[in-house]
């Protein structure tokens, strides 16, 4: 019970350790994405499409120049062929680095988890890679443009198919 106890106190004491270099915001954006097909296929008409983000984040200052953003976001991505449209609930985790006064660059993990019908030939969970440029507009105002390319086919095995997500964001947000 002694041990339960203290590793509680420890998480508490950490994240308040945290908190007190912590920004809370949200975020919305347009998606611009499309599949990136390997072999290239007849089946499908791959037009990129045009969709939304809309999200929460948090950002915790490590140094004065480097920050870790976790964030949950809805997006919708995929492609503008209805049965290759995937909506997603995204945990993007950003390493952000400060390069200029209002400038910052960012990079890391995301872990998607797919909205909607689970039998439908394409992957429940997928993960990307994640690259980004945020620019504060003012104190708690910024513009950001983010990069992600999917590292995991977006079918299921038994399709024969591959497929990796890519998406365009560009983005406007507020942090309080």
């Known amino acids: 019970m002694k041990k339960i106890v203290f590793i509680a106190a420890f998480a508490m004491f950490s994240i308040y350790g945290f908190s007190q270099n912590a920004l809370y915001g949200v975020r919305a954006g347009v998606n611009i994405s499309n599949l990136d097909f390997k072999p290239t296929t007849g089946s499908f008409e791959n037009m990129h499409r045009n969709g939304f983000a809309i999200g929460f984040f948090a950002e915790y200052s490590l140094c004065t120049s480097l920050s870790l953003a976790p964030e949950i976001q809805f997006s919708a991505e995929g492609a503008k ?30 872990v998607s988890l797919k909205g909607h019908d689970y039998e439908d030939g394409l992957q429940n969970l997928g993960f990307s890679g994640l690259a980004g440029l945020e620019y504060m507009i003012s104190d708690e105002f910024f513009l950001d443009f983010r990069y992600s390319y999917g590292l995991t086919n977006i079918f299921d095995d038994e399709t024969n198919l591959e497929a990796k997500n890519t998406n365009m964001q560009i983005g406007f947000g507020v942090k309080f």
């Open 81 to 110: 062929e209805e049965s290759i449209r995937i909506d997603y609930i995204q945990m993007p985790i950003f390493f952000k680095y400060k390069i200029a006064e209002n400038l910052s660059i960012g990079l890391g993990p995301q």
